[in-house]
């Protein structure tokens, strides 16, 4: 044993060193603790809960099934344990004369007795039966230790009347070790279980709709196709700087360029900026791009997918949010940016330049910084007095120019562009444009944007020659989306915060690991 599993079996708790003692005396007893074999399952807690019947017995007298036990109740001879897999907990009959035929006992009474804990993984056969108390439970006939358990998990209780103690309820531990979370609190399954049929949901739509699923680099030379603050690296043997993608908006377009009338791609994204409820640095965004539509055709079909997702998982448009109940069916309503901060402050700032903007941010409360241009004025009163007031999915459309570098001129209205964002439960939840198609319109916009970059904006957009030579070979009009896939899970599951919607969600380091 070197000094470092030393110094860390001196910091053991007791009940963890007992278990580790367990471990050694499983191993003289000549059992391995962590077997090699498979171990057959040819049947799950839930599939059995749910079909089980007197009538249907035959079709269950060779029970093959795994999991943790996390409950025993010790009856001398006879035991009641729960055993819980992936898919619930079903009560396990547990008898020595059963598992023991023979005059040794050692296997019920020194092993399942004594040296198994709860949070074992056991394999079990037998076959189901009703308790007199007309509980479903399996009457186990072999046991076998597949995985020794050496920490113990947090055991929550309940009394007569339903109340939790001792719940594994902590924020920061629970996200620290999701490992536990997800076997202690049930409910934390069923969040992601839902996340999944969302993303297989979205899938099927768009591969219906001959939409391409497509993969784009993660790691860029330059942080495209968003305004915001980039993570950077440097990559050895070229010498040279990369970047974590803040979006894959200029790769897929470049994929329009070469043909494809339709591609997407569930991305991973990086944004070095702040954290909190609804802000997580890594996280995930759906983007695809149909050529030959414009932002009208996307709101139509945004409204139509989420329906869909309401559907699938609800059985209904209507889906619970907090105190909110909000409703997902199409046809949703349409209001433009200036509309938007005209009826929550009663200030009309179309035709307003960049001095006047500052002082309704001054008259309106709103902190702003020497780096901030028009783009960013505007987006702060928008953010700080009109976003939070639509709960019902809502259309903010037809932005000012200066605040979407990307997106194709209004064919309207002058000095807009055609753009929306959707909002529902007062947050952004997508983001999509009439995409931008003159290289020599784009070429300007991103010269806006390094100017912007040389008065202190870090978020401002980098200029990328490569995405504007694509353009010059030929766009075809295009529409393009981004949404947040943790946000509509958020919205989807009724989940407050971020962190409850991805597994492992960005902490600060555990005291003591660095």
Same mark, same amino acid.
């Given at each position: 044993?070197?000094? %470092? ?27 391995? &603790? ?32 795994? =999991? ?19 898919? =619930? ?36 056969? =037998? ?78 739509? !768009? ?9 784009? &680099? ?31 908006? !200029? ?225 075809? &009009? ?16 009724? %989940? ?19």
């Amino acid at each position: 044993m070197d000094l %470092n599993t030393t110094t860390y079996i001196e910091h053991l708790s007791e009940q963890e060193t007992i278990r580790r003692q367990k471990l050694v005396d499983i191993k003289a007893l000549g059992i391995d &603790p962590y077997p090699a074999a498979t171990f057959d399952v040819n049947a799950t807690a839930k599939s059995i809960l749910a079909n089980f019947t007197p009538e249907t017995a035959d079709d269950y007298k060779n029970i093959s099934i795994a =999991g943790r036990v996390m409950i025993v109740r010790d009856m001398g001879k006879a035991c009641f344990a729960g055993l819980q897999d992936s898919t =619930g907990r079903i009560q396990l009959y547990i008898r020595r004369d059963d598992i023991c035929p023979t005059e040794d006992k050692t296997t019920f009474d020194v092993l399942f007795k004594k040296l198994i804990d709860l949070g074992d993984y056991v394999g079990i056969k =037998g076959y189901v039966f009703v308790t007199k108390v007309g509980e479903i439970s399996i009457h186990v006939t072999e046991l076998t230790l597949l995985s020794k358990s050496l920490r113990p998990f947090p055991v929550v209780k309940k009394d007569e009347e339903g109340n939790v103690f001792d719940a594994f309820s902590d924020p920061e531990l629970r996200y620290r070790m999701r490992y536990v979370d997800l076997v202690v609190n049930s409910h934390v399954k069923e969040t992601f279980l839902k996340r999944t049929k969302i993303v297989n949901t979205i899938r099927t739509e !768009l591969n219906n709709a001959g939409i391409v699923e497509v993969e784009t &680099p993660i790691l860029q030379s330059i942080p495209g196709g968003a305004t915001a603050r980039p993570f950077i690296t440097h990559h050895n043997a070229l010498d040279m700087p990369l970047y974590l993608r803040v979006a894959n908006e !200029l790769f897929l377009k470049r994929l329009i360029v070469g043909g494809f009338d339709g591609v997407y791609e569930f991305a991973k994204d990086f944004r070095n900026e702040g954290m909190d409820r609804t802000h997580n640095p890594e996280f995930t965004v759906l983007e695809f791009y149909v050529a030959y539509k414009d932002y009208n055709w996307m709101m139509d079909f945004c409204e139509s997918l989420l329906e869909k997702i309401a559907i699938a998982l609800h059985g209904t448009t209507v889906v619970t949010v907090g105190k909110h109940e909000i409703d997902f069916k199409a046809p949703y309503r349409r209001v433009t940016m200036f509309e938007a901060i005209q009826e929550h402050t009663g200030i009309d700032i179309s035709a307003m330049n960049e001095d006047e903007l500052r002082a309704v941010c001054k008259q309106l409360r709103i902190d702003t910084t020497p780096t901030m241009g028009k783009a960013k004025l505007i987006d702060e009163i928008f953010g700080e007095k009109c976003e939070g007031n639509y709960i019902q999915p809502t259309y903010i459309t037809d932005y000012p120019v200066e605040m979407s570098p990307l997106t194709k001129k209004h064919r309207s209205k002058e000095g807009l562009v055609e753009r929306f964002e959707l909002m529902v439960n007062g947050k952004e939840l997508a983001n999509a444009y009439s995409e931008l198609n003159d290289p020599i319109d784009q070429r300007e916009r991103f010269e806006e944007q390094l100017k912007l970059q040389e008065r202190g904006d870090d978020e401002a957009m980098f200029i990328d020659h490569d995405f504007l030579r694509a353009l010059e070979y030929g766009m075809p &009009p295009t529409a393009g989306i981004g949404i947040g896939i943790d946000r509509l899970t958020m919205l989807m599951t009724n %989940n407050p915060s971020i962190q409850e919607v991805l597994f492992f969600p960005q902490q600060r380091p555990e005291a003591g690991t660095i």
